[in-house]
């Protein structure tokens, strides 16, 4: 079992940037995985990266977020850049034996 905190959503303007946090309990990290859900809709896929540090993006997010970890510290980011309303959502991070963190909030508005 893995406990995961995430942390760093806030409300930003379009174009502006965050920067999430994800906190694990445990330093051994497998693919861990960024995912969102909006209002209506289904959880959605984000990004992941490996244990050796390779990366996979959805399209729509590609060239804009990045995710990455320090393995030291358990703690996975995702730097989100030119940010859009659309990328208004709940992000949840979620490790590689299927548990989640609780959710920070996103807003992207005017």
């Known amino acids: 079992q893995v406990q995961l905190v995430e942390s760093g959503g806030g409300l930003v303007q379009p174009g502006g940037s965050l920067r999430l946090s994800c906190a694990a309990s445990?330093?051994?990290?497998?693919?861990m995985h960024w995912y969102r859900q909006a209002p209506g809709k289904e959880r959605e896929f984000v990004a992941s990266i490996t244990r050796g540090g390779t990366t996979n993006y959805a399209d729509s997010v590609k060239g804009r977020f990045t995710i990455s970890k320090d393995n030291a510290a358990t703690t996975l980011y995702l730097q989100m850049n030119s940010l859009k309303p659309e990328d208004t959502a709940v992000y949840f991070c979620?490790?590689?034996?299927?548990?989640w963190g609780q959710g920070t909030q996103v807003t992207v508005s005017s």
């Open positions: 445990i330093s051994i990290f497998n693919t």
């Open positions: 979620r490790s590689w034996n299927g548990y």
